[in-house]
């Protein structure tokens, strides 16, 4: 499993998540990041699922090819690819 960030670390990046219209659909209504700042650390099951699916796809991509998108996408979904 993959340690979460904070959601306060998360909002000091938002900003650059925004303006660079990153993980849109994580940042959704009812979608990944809201149900975080609903939940914590205690989401729903289906959702420590997509988490982790999401973090194993991209931080592949990430590790061959690090780029800022990438690593403002995983630290949407509450993981720091450092």
Same mark, same amino acid.
């Given at each position: 499993? +993959?340690?979460?960030l904070?959601l ?5 990046? !938002? ?13 959704? $209504? ?6 975080? $700042?609903? +939940?914590? &650390?205690? !989401? ?26 990438? $690593? !403002?996408?995983?630290? &949407?979904?509450? +993981?720091?690819?450092?």
């Amino acid at each position: 499993m +993959y340690p979460f960030l904070s959601l306060k670390q998360i909002q000091r990046y !938002l900003p650059r998540i925004e303006a660079e219209n990153v993980s849109i659909v994580a940042r959704s $209504k009812d979608q990944f990041l809201d149900q975080y $700042k609903k +939940y914590g &650390t205690n !989401l729903p099951q289906s959702w420590h699922i997509k988490r982790s699916n999401f973090i194993n796809r991209h931080l592949k991509q990430y590790k061959k090819n690090p780029t800022n998108r990438r $690593k !403002l996408a995983l630290i &949407t979904w509450a +993981y720091m690819p450092e």
